[in-house]
Antibody, heavy 121, light 109 residues
Framework: QITLKESGPAMVKPKQTLTLTCSFS??????????VGWIRQPPGKALEWLAL???????HYNPSLKSRLSIVKDMSRHQVVLTMTDMEAVDTATYYC?????????????WGPGILVTVSA | SSELTQDPAVSVALGQRVTITCQGD??????PSWYQQKPGQAPKVVLY???NRPSGTPGRFSGSTSGDTASLTITGAQAEDEADYYC?????????????FGGGTKLTV
């Protein structure tokens, strides 16, 4: 069973850059169609997809947030890092990382527990 | 970018059948996935590729798509099915793929 866990600051100030790390267990399959994505959820609101990176380093970003996002991976350390610049109060949310299994398309089959990030001065 | 629309809330009596719908243009091209989220927990995929159940999803969950509308049906709803349900889909902008989620449906059993 794949496990993932998010880590990073619980609070950032407006205009700061948020850096989140997703640490995960060994993936049973390591094809180019396997990936890790980031999804967030403001308190009481819906899910919003942020970014996705495949093991072959192909990257996809939410078009409305693309200018603020960067996603990279370090498979030797079993980590994927998401960076989001220019944080605002509306970015307050629980941030999840999740595994994309091979052959499922843009579907997330295993999720981390999430990390609540609050943007406040 | 495109959107997925869901009814905010649906209720069902214990043991009865309930259908949750999701509407959006991307569903004409791509299969939906469905996620169940209980309070304080991360979402969990219950259906993908239209009507594929991951291991662990009970057989009472099924899915279908017609035109721009996807449906998640629970036949014989149980108390533990009470949760928020989100549909998800791939969409594309030019050659760039991305993921969209619906606004979620709160299911009360």
């Amino acid at each position: 069973q794949i496990t993932l866990k998010e880590s990073g600051p619980a609070m950032v100030k407006p205009k700061q850059t948020l850096t989140l790390t997703c640490s995960f267990s060994e993936f049973p399959m390591k094809t180019s169609a396997v990936g890790v994505g980031w999804i967030r959820q403001p308190p009481g609101k819906a899910l919003e997809w942020l970014a996705l990176i495949y093991l072959d380093d192909e990257k996809h970003y939410n078009p409305s947030l693309k200018s603020r996002l960067s996603i990279v991976k370090d498979m030797s350390r079993h980590q994927v890092v998401l960076t989001m610049t220019d944080m605002e109060a509306v970015d307050t949310a629980t941030y999840y990382c999740a595994h994309v299994p091979s052959g499922w398309g843009f579907v997330f089959d295993s999720w981390g527990p999430g990390i609540l990030v609050t943007v406040s001065a | 970018s495109s959107e997925l629309t869901q009814d905010p809330a649906v209720s069902v009596a214990l043991g009865q059948r309930v259908t949750i719908t999701c509407q959006g243009d991307s569903l004409r091209t791509y299969y939906p996935s469905w996620y169940q989220q209980k309070p304080g927990q991360a979402p969990k995929v219950v259906l993908y590729g239209g009507n594929n159940r991951p291991s662990g999803t009970p057989g009472r969950f099924s899915g279908s798509t017609s035109g721009d509308t996807a449906s998640l049906t629970i036949t014989g709803a149980q108390a533990e099915d009470e949760a928020d349900y989100y549909c998800g889909s791939r969409d594309t902008s030019g050659t760039h793929g991305y993921v969209i989620f619906g606004g979620g449906t709160k299911l009360t059993v």
